[in-house]
């Protein structure tokens, strides 16, 4: 059975910075693209940042190009979203998801696998 468990999430401030965890088990890990999502209240899900198989190619949205970072330990099973400089805006539920083979797009239906989310609230 496959899991996908996000952590890290939580109250920040302004301008501070937050580290989100995805774990995947059941799975054969280094076979998924990686991605986050995030869906703030009223609003659709969107795409935030996926990374391929290897770690070595990475997509982002534009709006969290030069605050994010999303990386991958194979060996942990486990994708991260490094967040700085975080703005009121960023505040969303934020989500995992794997995507099996290559990286082939941004779009949810793209992904097979999700986790359940992690709370993200940045306060002014």
């Known amino acids: 059975q496959v899991q996908v468990v996000e952590s890290g999430g939580g109250l920040v401030q302004v301008g501070g910075s937050l580290r989100l965890s995805c774990v995947a088990s059941?799975?054969?890990?280094?076979?998924?693209?990686m991605g986050w999502f995030r869906q703030a209240p009223g609003k659709e899900r969107e795409f935030v940042a996926a990374?391929?198989?290897?770690?070595?190619?990475?997509i982002y949205a534009d709006f969290v190009k030069g605050r994010f970072t999303i990386s991958r330990d194979n060996a942990k099973n486990t994708v991260y979203l490094q967040m700085n400089s975080l703005k009121p805006e960023d505040t969303a539920v934020y989500y995992c998801?794997?995507?099996?083979?290559?990286?082939?797009?941004?779009?949810?239906?793209?992904?097979?696998?999700w986790g359940q989310g992690t709370q993200v609230t940045v306060s002014s």
């Open positions: 998801a794997g995507q099996m083979g290559n990286l082939r797009g941004t779009k949810d239906y793209d992904y097979n696998y």
């Open positions: 059941g799975l054969t890990f280094s076979n998924y693209s």
């Open positions: 990374i391929t198989r290897s770690g070595s190619n990475r």
